[in-house]
């Protein structure tokens, strides 16, 4: 999607082993400076996080807890080796509902140019196209695990 919006990215880079050569951190996307408003090396980390776990079963939550939960995680792992090296970390956090983290909204409506007022009625439907091949991509991977696990289950009856 980001190359497709003109955006020069690489995709599983271990940006850290200038400060630490035996580093094992790898990113998923690294974005290259003075893109995106922003003058650093962007370093995407992709996770997907499950709203509904013991807590949340047992307590009443707000919408975005565990989405942010991931999000911070994803920032203390990274933002020292991140700062060394002259980037930013923007984790991209999805729940398994399919909910996505405020930040990683924003920064998909920034690629796609929809975080404007002033926006075609083309660029919005591209960005809709985009969000629901994103779903379906995300419900399909799931679906396999399931069935994958469910056999595995099944062969050892």
């Known amino acids: 999607i ?19 050569p035996k580093s094992k951190k790898r990113l998923d996307i ?6 995106l408003g922003c ?4 370093l995407l980390d992709v996770t997907i996080t499950n709203p509904v ?22 920032i203390n792992k990274y933002s020292v080796d991140a700062a060394a090296v002259n980037s930013v970390v923007k984790p991209m956090v999805w729940e ?9 909204l924003a920064l998909l409506k920034l690629v796609a140019g929809v975080d404007g007022s ?10 809709r196209y985009w969000m629901r091949m994103l779903s379906v991509t995300l419900q399909k991977s799931f679906a396999r695990a399931f069935l994958k696990g469910r056999k595995r289950l099944m062969s050892n009856n």
Not at 30 to 35: D, F, T
Not at 53 to 74: D, M, P
């Open 96 to 104: 398994s509902t399919g909910r996505l983290h405020p930040e990683t």
């Open 39 to 42: 003058e650093k090396k962007m």
């Open 30 to 35: 690294v974005v290259a400076e003075g893109q």
């Open 53 to 74: 776990n013991s807590y949340t079963r047992n307590h009443r939550v707000n919408q975005n807890t565990a989405a942010n939960h991931a999000h911070a995680l994803k």
């Open 118 to 127: 002033n926006v075609s009625l083309d660029a919005k439907n591209l960005f």
């Open 2 to 20: 980001l190359r497709m919006y003109g955006v020069y990215s690489r995709k599983e880079v271990c940006p850290f082993k200038q400060v630490h």
